[in-house]
């Protein structure tokens, strides 16, 4: 340990340009700035934090954990976007996508629901499901290593992605298994079927195909960075370390440091034609899980996140992006989050909220009288259960693995109505027990905002 560095816990510093906030229950602002941090804008809902584990030696909470939605962000204003240019060999704009003909993106079709004597519209990623066809969505991967600085600052520790790339690849959101919505289904497409099988035709599906691992890149991340804190640089530690049961190294990384590496790794990922609007486009490290100064590395932990780029052209090219962590078991203690309970809730989100702009009556978190959200993050709401994920079992390459893929909250839930036209009446999905009513609504349409 450096000694003039603050280490475990930031509590007590002033950071400049920092609100306070409350992790718990934060109404998103949508004009927060993407580029101060990806956490400073987010809401999500908090996991009681599990017993005491090492991180880096010194024996601390196991933080909750939160998932975010995150500001889009216009490439064009970015330094390395090519001095502003789309980058060459972009695909035409999609016709596919006829809801939006303004924006060249992946498929969407569009809807509404009533709710308290309003309509509410929504747009999500697929085809018109009462029209039928199987919609495919490439995915593309940049998955990233991590080279650590060590407390020497000559050495380093490489904490590669490699071990968990083909486990990612063959989780149920790629590969196929049966669910009650129907047999040989990916996950996210089975909680869509389960979400519209009053008016969906037996043939509509929204599948992730191909799935193209487009980059492995390696991340290096020093020993501390300087921030404002009271007014004066100071050096803060970019990381923390420690482990999971299997022997996996955790990485607690700094969100601010984060933040630029997670868009420069986009932005290069557009420009060199690897990330495309006609995809899903995600980032995947291994075990790092995200903290801020604001509540340091034994405050709740970012998971995952998504959002969008867009370019200030028109039609709009939009790139659907977001970042997830693969969970090696036994860190987050005295949950069930594990394996790709990140990537599956942000993959959800993403096909139910692609572009950021679905919002709902205003609901509570289970549980949490007087929370209040105000969108359709359909993963947020599970956070607040005790049991999170449903185990869903892949064979692949003779061994069988169990995965952990996060419950969804179904868009009958957040439509407040007492009966749900999903799949056997159900709010949630695949766990229909998970939330056995609609949302409770906070008691006006929308959030206060703060």
């Known amino acids: 340990m450096l000694g003039s560095v603050p280490d475990l816990n930031f509590t007590g510093f002033t950071i400049s340009g920092a609100a306070g906030m409350n992790p718990r229950f ?24 599990g017993p005491r584990a090492a991180v880096d030696g ?26 502003g240019r789309l980058p060459a060999g972009r695909p035409a704009p999609s016709a596919a996508s006829k809801v939006t003909p303004s924006l060249d993106t992946v498929p969407l079709f569009s809807r509404a629901f009533f709710s308290h004597g309003l309509e509410w519209p929504y747009t999500m990623i697929g085809g ?65 079927r389960a979400e519209f099988f009053r008016s969906m035709q037996d043939n509509w599906h929204t599948e992730l195909n191909p799935v193209e691992t487009v980059e492995r890149i390696t991340v290096r ?50 420009n060199g034609g690897a990330f495309t ?30 959002t969008f780029f867009f370019a200030d052209v028109t039609p709009t090219p939009v790139w659907i992006a977001g970042f997830a962590s693969w969970i090696s078991p036994g860190f987050f203690l005295g949950t069930d989050i594990a ?19 679905n919002a709902v009556p205003a609901w509570e978190f289970p549980g949490f009288p007087g929370s209040c959200q105000d ?25 069988r693995i169990v995965y952990h893929p996060q419950n969804e909250a179904l868009l009958q839930w957040f439509e407040q109505k007492p009966k749900s036209d999903a799949l056997h009446g159900a709010f949630s999905f695949p ?12 008691g006006q349409l929308s959030c206060p905002t703060q």
């Open 26 to 49: 934060t109404p998103i602002a949508l004009a927060a700035l993407f580029v101060f941090s990806l956490t400073s804008g987010a809401l999500a809902q908090d996991v009681a934090p």
């Open 58 to 83: 010194q024996s601390a909470p196991v933080p909750g954990v939160k998932f975010l939605r995150v500001q889009p962000m216009s490439i064009t204003a970015h330094p390395d976007f090519l001095n």
């Open 128 to 192: 018109e499901p009462s029209l039928g066809r199987a919609t495919h969505v490439p995915t593309k991967i940049v998955f990233v290593s991590l080279e650590l600085q060590n407390a020497d600052l000559t050495t380093t520790t490489l904490v590669p992605i490699e071990p968990f790339e083909q486990k990612i690849l063959d989780s149920p959101n790629f590969r196929k298994s049966d669910y009650a919505s129907g047999n040989g289904l990916q996950f996210g497409d089975a909680v869509q």
């Open 221 to 270: 991340v020093p020993r501390t960075v300087s921030v404002d804190v009271n007014g004066k640089p100071t050096a803060v530690r970019t990381y923390f370390r420690g482990s999971a049961d299997d022997g996996s190294v955790v990485v607690l990384l700094l969100d601010r440091f984060f933040d630029d590496a997670f868009t420069n790794t986009a932005v290069n990922a557009i």
């Open 277 to 306: 609007t006609d995809s899903l486009n995600l980032v995947v490290m291994p075990n790092t899980y995200i903290f801020s100064l604001e509540g340091g590395n034994q405050g709740p932990l970012t998971l995952g996140f998504h």
């Open 339 to 357: 394996d790709v309970t990140a990537l599956s809730h942000e993959i959800s989100e993403a096909i139910n909220d692609p572009l950021l702009n």
């Open 375 to 399: 969108n359709l993050e359909t993963g947020d709401p599970i956070e607040a259960l005790v049991t999170e994920t449903v185990p869903v079992a892949i064979d692949s390459h003779g061994e």
């Open 431 to 442: 766990d229909t027990r998970a939330l056995p009513g609609p949302a409770t609504f906070f």
